[in-house]
């Protein structure tokens, strides 16, 4: 039966038959009702059902077109209309799916676009793409020349792998939090990674295949000392965090609630079940552990390439 659906779906979708989709998507609605009626459980069962399939796509895709929002937009608001033109009577927690899935894609979709338009204005996009590549790769370099001399803070006699992965850290703009040497470190990998996905997508079809050193304003290559550089990772690491949003509704635990404070409303994405959660949260932990820590004891030659692959 899902198979069928995905199938029909998806086939509609690209026919821009969007009626079809409506009738598709209700049919697949009432499914989930009688089971429910018969004494089914139900845990946001199709809501991960249609991110699992990806009949819903991703608003932060790089191939996610305004077209894309529009339908999505008109579908799930075309399914909540009929249902209650209809008196189909569908379980609510079936409904609230149905507007979950309507927030997120509303709130990605708009952010991403408000993120993509800062990047575009940020004054480093003047810079080539030879010449901000090297602009990111000097500063990552030298990162990590800062990140390897972190292993003074060792205690010789007893090392766990895990010292850089301790929060210890204040925050320059918060000191009440903390962070550690690690996360830091991840946070301006990620950055990075955002910012050469984006430049590949910018330049791509326009990469020289020869670069002469007279063609490049060195003297504009600066990470330091740079405001514009430091706005360009500010801004980058705010599309990892959608990106992160992102992957937590489709592939974790959160869903959407509503807040309202004065006129204005708000959307929080937290936790539909904590203890899913926690045992997913546990099994990344427990990777994180075991790669760290391996990486770290043999990054410092405290352990050797071969016993770490024991």
Not at 100 to 127: A, F, G, H, P, Q
Request: proline share 1%; charged share 30%; with cysteine.
């Amino acid at each position: 039966m899902k198979e069928e659906f995905i199938k029909k779906y998806n086939e509609n979708y690209k026919k821009n038959n969007l009626n079809s989709c409506i009738f598709v998507l209700l049919r697949l609605m009432m499914d989930y009702d009688k089971k429910i009626n018969i004494g089914e459980e139900y845990e946001y069962d199709l809501k991960h059902f249609l991110f699992n399939a990806n009949i819903i796509k991703n608003p932060m895709g790089i191939r996610y077109t305004e077209q894309d929002y529009n339908k999505t937009y008109q579908i799930l608001g075309s399914v909540l209309k009929n249902c209650k033109k209809l008196n189909l009577n569908i379980n609510e927690k079936i409904l609230d799916d149905i507007k979950s899935i309507i927030v997120y894609t509303e709130c990605l979709y708009n952010m991403n676009s408000v993120n993509d338009k800062r990047m575009e204005k940020c004054e480093i996009n003047e810079l080539s793409f030879e010449e901000q590549l090297m602009l990111i790769m000097i500063f990552f370099q030298d990162q990590f020349r800062l990140v390897s001399n972190s292993s003074k803070l060792f205690n010789k006699k007893y090392v766990t792998g895990m010292e850089l992965s301790v929060a210890n850290k204040s925050l320059n703009y918060d000191k009440n939090s903390k962070t550690s040497i690690n996360d830091n470190f991840e946070s301006t990998l990620e950055s990075m990674n955002e910012i050469i996905r984006y430049l590949y997508y910018r330049f791509g079809k326009q990469m020289k295949s020869n670069i002469k050193i007279e063609d490049l304003q060195i003297n504009d290559i600066r990470p330091y000392k740079n405001i514009s550089f430091k706005e360009y990772l500010y801004i980058s690491v705010q599309r990892y965090l959608l990106c992160r949003m992102e992957e937590s509704v489709r592939y974790g635990y959160y869903s959407p609630k509503k807040y309202k404070k004065d006129d204005n409303i708000f959307y929080f994405f937290l936790l539909e079940n904590e203890k899913k959660y926690a045992a997913r949260r546990v099994g990344i932990l427990r990777r994180e552990y075991l790669i760290v820590s391996n990486v770290t004891l043999s990054t410092y030659g405290i352990i050797d390439e071969k016993e770490m692959q024991k």
